[in-house]
């Protein structure tokens, strides 16, 4: 050992330096994290030393309605044809696209998307410029009235509210803002469901450092950006009971609740949700990685909640079917063992960000996956069943 150790010692003091000294001298402090300091990388996961049988996937097993895609990519019609084939290569029957915008964005992607809505509709956003201005409320429900009757399928709300929507003194604006009432009460009268993102990843209120297992996985090696501890932001407690106000408060309006609520830290607080708000479903997108570390578990939640819960992904057009799909009908479909998770992140070795883990499958019986991959999505999606159902024929 001693003859090694000053080879050892020059390789880390090699390493450190070219690793803690560049993102030194390229990351900019960041006022809310005083204290923060970059750490190497991580470096990419090992591959399993055993051997774990594979069931053979080439695509889902029924026509999947994504319901929490992001479109952003799909500008043109040649756009829109790749994904299609895209989606007809691994089984995804119709998408969902979160990034509709509003205005002439909106007007654009139906016009551009016109051709291709029987597998591709589009959600609205609105626009929160000016929310401290009086007249936004019902600017806003104006502006989502006139998106719903040219054709958008549902509206999309992202984090946004809750962790960065700030009142003139600096108070952050959540859910059950009275500001956001006409905006649900339209969304219940045209019968179009809210696709809502609030909140974020448990992780990420949690302070940076070996015990916080994003960290570990590799969040916050060279930035500090996207955590919220001592941030000034709202706490996951604020933000989640203020969701709670908006679903008791608005009984008529149906919330899908993106990301398993945000809850999935805490399989029980979704289940609480459900049981409390019959208004409330919850979408599964980005919980993949953790849901699928306790399968058993799942499962059975999985089956007691099988008609609350909707298949989404919050990918976008660019995800591969090897790296991203496959492993999402894999995760649903199969008890296939110790498998990659779909990373929604992963740091330039591959290595996924969201969870330095692998998962297993929680093999739901057909009705269920059924259910999951498409039926609880149409009670949303009228205007798709004929489209869904025209390719359950086909196959
Ligand atoms: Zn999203």
């Known amino acids: 050992m001693a003859r090694w150790l000053p080879v050892l010692i020059m390789a880390l003091r090699l390493t450190s330096s070219v690793h803690s000294g560049g993102a030194n001298a390229q990351t900019p402090q960041d006022p809310k994290h005083p204290d923060f300091r970059p750490t190497p990388e991580v470096p990419a996961m090992p591959k399993a ?49 979160m990034d509709g ?144 106000n908006m679903h008791a408060k608005h009984p008529r309006t149906r919330f899908v609740n993106a990301h398993m609520a945000m809850l999935y830290y805490d399989m029980d607080k979704v289940a609480a949700l459900l049981d409390k708000y019959p208004n409330a479903d919850v979408e599964l997108s980005a919980t993949v990685q953790d849901l699928g570390r306790a399968p058993i578990m799942i499962r059975k939640f999985f089956l007691k909640y099988q008609d609350r819960i909707l298949f989404g992904s919050d990918g976008n057009p660019g995800r591969g079917v090897d790296e991203f799909w496959i492993p999402h009908w894999r995760f649903l479909e199969t008890y296939d063992e110790h498998f990659d998770h779909p990373a929604q992140l992963r740091s330039a070795t591959g290595a996924p960000l969201h969870g330095r883990w692998r998962i297993s499958g929680i093999g739901l019986p057909d009705d269920v996956l059924r259910k999951v991959y498409y039926a609880n999505a149409l009670r949303y999606l009228p205007a798709a069943r004929a489209s869904i159902e025209r390719q359950l024929a086909g196959r």
């Open 49 to 97: 030393l055993m051997k774990f049988p594979r069931t053979r996937i080439t695509r889902a097993k029924f026509p999947v309605v994504d319901f929490h895609l992001h479109g952003a990519q799909l500008r043109t019609a040649e756009d829109y044809q790749k994904m299609v084939e895209r989606m007809d290569e691994t089984g995804i029957g119709l998408i969902c696209n």
């Open 101 to 244: 915008g509003f205005g002439a964005t909106f007007d654009r992607n139906m016009q551009v998307g016109a051709p291709y809505r029987d597998r591709v509709l589009h959600f609205a956003r609105l626009n929160f410029e000016g929310i401290n201005e009086p007249g936004w409320s019902d600017k806003t429900a104006a502006e989502l009235e006139r998106d719903f009757l040219a054709g958008a399928a549902g509206l999309k709300i992202n984090k946004v509210l809750g962790l960065d929507l700030q009142n003139k003194d600096g108070t952050y604006i959540q859910a059950d803002d009275p500001r956001f009432d006409p905006v649900w009460e339209m969304c219940a009268k045209h019968d179009k469901p809210v696709m809502i993102h609030i909140s974020d990843s448990y992780g990420r209120f949690l302070p940076i450092g070996p015990e916080n297992e994003r960290y570990e996985a590799g969040l916050w090696r060279s930035s500090p950006e996207g955590n919220y501890y001592r941030t000034g932001q709202p706490t996951p407690d604020i933000i989640e009971k203020a969701r709670e």
